[in-house]
């Protein structure tokens, strides 16, 4: 993980699993999900005003994500997993981060109690970072208003920072998932300031790729989300400790309906197969990233096996203008 970054699990740990407490704590709060620019801003406005006061930006942020407290089949793929998380936090400049369970007793506490006992508290929070839509306590009854009077009360600073917009769009996780089911990955690096990424696992897969003379790495996703089916040009990278690999790669994410009848009511399987561009080895096991630099066209049934794999090699082509 970058950075000298310390990585506690419960509030309450913090003294014991630091040996110390915190240092003049300027704390973030949100749920992060895709680390975006707007999160980013955030924990660098918290680095900021924790480092002017010799102190330590600290992040709070939540497992599970409330909404998949409060309703899991109705609550949004997540972008990240935590793991994956908790680096992008390390890297946009956070000291601490601070992973609170999100449980019924936490979910039943008063926003009043969660300024005192949770910030004041717990964090010895002397600044708090958060954004303008922020809500917390039970039924969601605090809001960034409230947390101002109260800070102010407690002699405890509150930062309230403004949506960051690019090209006139709100940097938000609601529209970063809107641009990937859209297949609009570009949109999505827009909004993240990095490209959309996946990784996971190469798993074996039936390994027609390679009987066509195109193998393919298929990834086992670890994060919920994966973009609108088609083809797409990305980067993999490997990112386990293995030898490192950064090369061009088309991507193929669907159901492979050339070669898949699909039955009646049933949804196919979604699948997420890699070729890498001037590659030959062997990747079973490995743990792969991918990163999306943009769509190259929609998934299609083609009428052979010659037919498709023409059009993957123009689907490579098209890879290798995409990324020079």
Same mark, same amino acid.
């Given at each position: 993980m970058p950075g000298d970054v310390h990585v506690i699990r419960g509030r309450q740990r913090v003294t014991s699993e630091l040996g110390r407490p915190l240092r003049a704590p300027a704390v973030a709060i949100g749920n992060f999900d895709g680390v975006h620019l707007g999160h980013q801003a955030l924990v660098a406005t918290a680095q900021r005003l924790a480092h002017a006061a010799g102190g330590e930006a600290v992040v709070l942020t939540f497992d599970p994500h409330p909404a998949r407290f409060f309703a899991p089949k109705l609550a949004p793929p997540m972008l990240l997993t935590l793991e994956r998380r908790l680096e992008l936090l390390a890297k946009a400049g956070a000291d601490v981060v601070v992973v609170e369970p999100f449980?019924?007793?936490? @979910?039943?506490?008063?926003?009043?109690r969660f300024i005192a006992e949770v910030l004041r508290g717990d964090l010895d929070a002397r600044q708090v970072v958060v954004g303008r839509d922020f809500t917390f306590g039970a039924g969601r009854q605090g809001n960034a208003t409230m947390l101002g009077s109260e800070g102010a009360r407690l002699h405890m600073g509150v930062s309230i920072v403004a949506p960051v917009v690019v090209a006139g769009l709100v940097c938000s996780s609601t529209k970063i998932r809107e641009f990937i089911l859209e297949g609009r990955v570009e949109g999505a690096a827009l909004l993240l300031g990095r490209p959309?990424?996946? *990784?996971?696992? #190469? #798993?074996?897969?039936?390994?027609? $790729? /390679?009987?066509?003379?195109?193998?393919? @790495?298929?990834?086992?996703?670890?994060?919920?989300?994966?973009?609108?089916? $088609?083809?797409?040009? @990305?980067r993999a990278c490997r990112v386990d400790d293995g030898?490192?690999? /950064?090369?061009?790669?088309?991507? *193929?994410? $669907? *159901?492979?309906?050339?070669?898949?009848?699909?039955?009646?009511? #049933?949804?196919?399987? #979604?699948?997420?197969? @890699?070729?890498?561009?001037?590659?030959?080895?062997?990747?079973?096991?490995? !743990?792969? !990233?991918?990163?999306?630099?943009? !769509?190259?066209?929609?998934?299609?049934?083609? *009428?052979?096996a010659d037919e498709l794999v023409a059009e993957i090699r123009r689907d490579i082509l098209r890879t290798r203008e995409i990324l020079p």
């Open positions: 449980t019924t007793d936490f @979910a039943a506490l008063p926003a009043d959309f990424e996946i *990784s996971g696992r #190469v #798993v074996h897969g039936v390994e027609r $790729g /390679r009987t066509l003379g195109i193998p393919t @790495a298929n990834l086992d996703p670890e994060a919920d989300l994966v973009p609108k089916p $088609g083809v797409y040009a @990305a030898p490192p690999l /950064r090369l061009r790669a088309a991507v *193929s994410v $669907g *159901s492979n309906p050339t070669f898949t009848v699909q039955a009646r009511g #049933v949804v196919p399987a #979604v699948t997420v197969e @890699a070729h890498l561009l001037d590659f030959e080895g062997d990747l079973y096991g490995a !743990r792969l !990233r991918l990163e999306f630099a943009g !769509r190259i066209r929609d998934q299609r049934r083609f *009428s052979s």
